[in-house]
Every structure is written in C-alpha cells, then in structure tokens.
C-alpha cells in the first residue's frame, strides 16, 4: 500500500526537528500486517474454481437462486465487505457449500481483499494452542487478528465438540467482526430447512447468540440440498432434477421475511 506522504514506510521523518512521526496511513498498515498474519490461502483442491468450470455450471442448474446470489456478492465483493455483509450455506456433505465460500473468497482476494480460511476444528485447535507455553501468539492477540481480515471464511461450523469455552472463544470471533462490520462467510450441515425449527441443531451446536449475530451479518442460509457431487463423479451417478421452478428466496429485500420458527430469536 503506497502513501504519498511517507513513500511506504508508515513515519514522516521532520529533518528540522530530527524526529520520525507516525504517518496517517500507519494504523491501516498494522492492520493489514495483523491481518496478514492470519490470511489464508485458497486450498489447492479449490484455487481453479470459477463460474465457468465444473461443478458450478452444474450447481446453477440445480440450485439457479443460491448460485445466483453468489454471483450478486462476487460481482460487488468491495461493496459487500466494506459495508459487514456475509453469506453462510448448508446443506449435506457434498453438495457444493464450500465450492461456493471458496468461490467468494478467491474473489475477494482477488479484489485486494484481506481472507483468512479455516475449517471451525482447526479454528479452534488454534485458539487452544494460545494457551502452550510455546505460543506465537496470546489469545487476545489471535482474535484480533481474526477479527482484522476483511472476510473471515468459516468451513464446517457446527464440527466440533461444543463446550463453554468453545461457545464463547467462537462468539467472540462473531460477535467483535458483527460490531466492526466485518464480513463473514460460514458453511454448516446443521440446518435442516424441512423441520419446525430449522436452525434447532445449530442453536444446540453453538449457542444461541451466536447463531443471531450470523442471521445479522448474513441473512438467511442459503440450502444446497442434493446427491453428494463427489459420489457422483466417482460414479457417474446423474445430476439432481433443477429446481429452477421455485421462487427465488435469496433476493436482499426478502432477507427478513421468514417462515415461522427461522431465523433470529424474536
């Protein structure tokens, strides 16, 4: 990030007085290189994914609104981070969740965006490791940083071992990027839109408050629901029927219209 008033270095020096001064772009130095500190990259198996290759021409076919919805954040990926939006999927294993979040985060990259990606065990697995008489980093210090990048990508929430310590490290992480409008893009299993309380299990999983402040910053769920795409390239089982006959659900001005039982505690 270059500053026409310090050429780079984050200090003004004053040659009369001798002295160096921190330059105004300095604070948004440190936070970037907190932020980078936790960034993550975009896992091999992910880094060639795009709207024209497989499976996500197979994904707006069966699924034309969620994929729709993607390609409405992606196309206004500075607008969205800026401003705290996120987007969070569920469905079954397989069915395109983290294709789509990886999607999003490529693309915010792409768009001179600060991501860090991890799965919620490794996540977690991180935050306890604060506590080694070895650690790089304080607890305080990694949440932080989490809560510096501009999108925060969370895979698999709801896969792992609940506890009051877990509950609470995860709804700080939320909660501090809820306040300082910072996005968040989740991926989770444990909603199942068919049932009197859909988001029941997650609730269950990771605590009430946390899962209001994702409704916040989100919207509602996205679903993928289908056939496991990884079973079926490996058998060469046949697409899921499209369902482009529904209506879309996903557009922002419907985002608070919910179905009795979903959605934010009220």
């Given at each position: 990030m270059d500053c026409d008033k310090c050429d780079g270095s984050g200090f003004i020096f004053d040659e009369e007085a001798r002295k160096a001064y921190p330059c105004e772009c300095r604070p948004a130095r440190l936070a970037r290189k907190r932020a980078a500190a936790v960034a993550g990259r975009i896992p091999k198996a992910y880094r060639g994914v795009s709207f024209?290759?497989?499976p996500l021409p197979s994904l707006e076919r069966s699924h034309p609104h969620v994929v729709r919805a993607v390609r409405r954040y992606c196309d206004t990926i500075t607008e969205r981070t800026q401003a705290g939006r996120g987007m969070w999927f569920t469905g079954p294993p397989g069915t395109g969740k983290t294709t789509l979040a990886m999607l999003i985060s490529k693309r915010a990259m792409e768009a001179d965006r600060t991501v860090a990606i991890y799965s919620l065990p490794r996540l977690l697995?991180?935050?306890r490791e604060t506590f080694r008489d070895d650690a790089?980093?304080?607890l305080s210090q990694l949440i932080d940083m989490l809560c510096s990048v501009d999108l925060l990508h969370i895979d698999d929430v709801g896969a792992e071992q609940t506890s009051p310590w877990v509950l609470e490290q995860l709804y700080t992480v939320v909660n501090t990027r809820y306040e300082e409008q910072r996005s968040i893009i989740v991926t989770t299993n444990l909603i199942d839109i068919a049932a009197e309380q859909p988001d029941q299990?997650?609730?269950?999983q990771i605590?009430?408050?946390t899962v209001s402040r994702l409704y916040e910053m989100c919207g509602d769920p996205l679903p993928m629901f289908g056939a496991d795409r990884r079973l079926e390239a490996q058998f060469n089982?046949?697409?899921p029927v499209p369902t482009s006959t529904t209506p879309d659900p996903f557009d922002d001005s419907q985002w608070d219209e919910r179905p009795s039982g979903y959605g934010r505690s009220r």
């Open positions: 024209e290759r497989e697995a991180m935050l790089t980093h304080s299990e997650l609730r269950e605590g009430d408050r089982l046949p697409e």
